[in-house]
């Protein structure tokens, strides 16, 4: 997606006529003039032939930063990768990876008025990929706008469609990558682009930055659902 400037998200924030005089969600508007600001690209569903760069991770300092550790959410994890039959400890490594941005509901719902196709909640999964995992796992009651407030509904559909990932994989494959490696591509990168790293093309630039953001969080991933 195209750049948007500072002062372009501060000249569309008044033109909402929501001032800078906001006080306590002032922080919302900057995580979301960041987001609007860098490329996107850690989400669920994609399947993209060029990738754009990779989003820099939000500053530590940030006031949502102690809501950020997805390992809070340790046991919807290990519940939710065992009912898909998905390892719990892949599951977290991509809560991690995509613990890029806030996933304050609020900010969430400020985002969707400038991507109305944006990826939702803590998975970071697109509508058109939630829609398709909810008809194949019986949870079609289910709407893809609930993702910002429901965790555990965004850990549900993650788990699934790592399942339906790795029911994808191809049966020859050029061994330069690891099975779970393969999945965050996929998670990452689409389908098409993880067969066709499975069958030997190499990574773009995206997918290779997501996998080494997979091998930096894989231990912690491990410590947080092994403490459960």
Request: aromatic share 10%; proline share 6%.
């Given at each position: ?46 399947d993209a032939a060029t990738e754009p760069a990779a989003p820099s991770a939000p500053a530590s300092d940030s006031p949502s930063a102690d809501d950020q550790d ?139 930055n997501y996998l080494d953001r997979l091998h930096d969080n894989w231990d912690k991933a491990g410590t947080a659902v092994a403490n459960r």
């Open positions: 997606m195209q750049r948007v400037g500072w002062w372009t998200c501060i000249a569309i924030w008044s033109n909402m006529g929501m001032g800078l005089e906001t006080g306590r969600n002032w922080w919302r508007w900057l995580a979301a003039c960041a987001l609007v600001a860098a490329a996107t690209g850690c989400s669920a569903g994609r997805p390992g809070r959410f340790a046991a919807q994890v290990i519940n939710r990768a065992r009912e898909a039959g998905v390892d719990p400890q892949l599951v977290m490594a991509i809560l991690y990876n995509e613990s890029y941005k806030p996933h304050d509901p609020d900010t969430e719902r400020a985002w969707l008025q400038f991507k109305p196709d944006a990826a939702l909640g803590v998975a970071n999964m697109h509508r058109a990929t939630f829609d398709e995992v909810k008809a194949n796992h019986g949870f079609t009651d289910r709407d893809w706008l609930q993702l910002p407030d429901d965790p555990d509904l965004a850990i549900q559909a993650a788990s699934w469609y790592l399942h339906d990932l790795s029911a994808s994989l191809p049966d020859q494959r050029s061994g330069a990558h690891t099975t779970e490696e393969l999945l965050a591509v996929g998670y990452n990168a689409g389908p098409g682009n993880m067969r066709a790293v499975a069958k030997g093309t190499s990574p773009g630039p995206q997918a290779q």
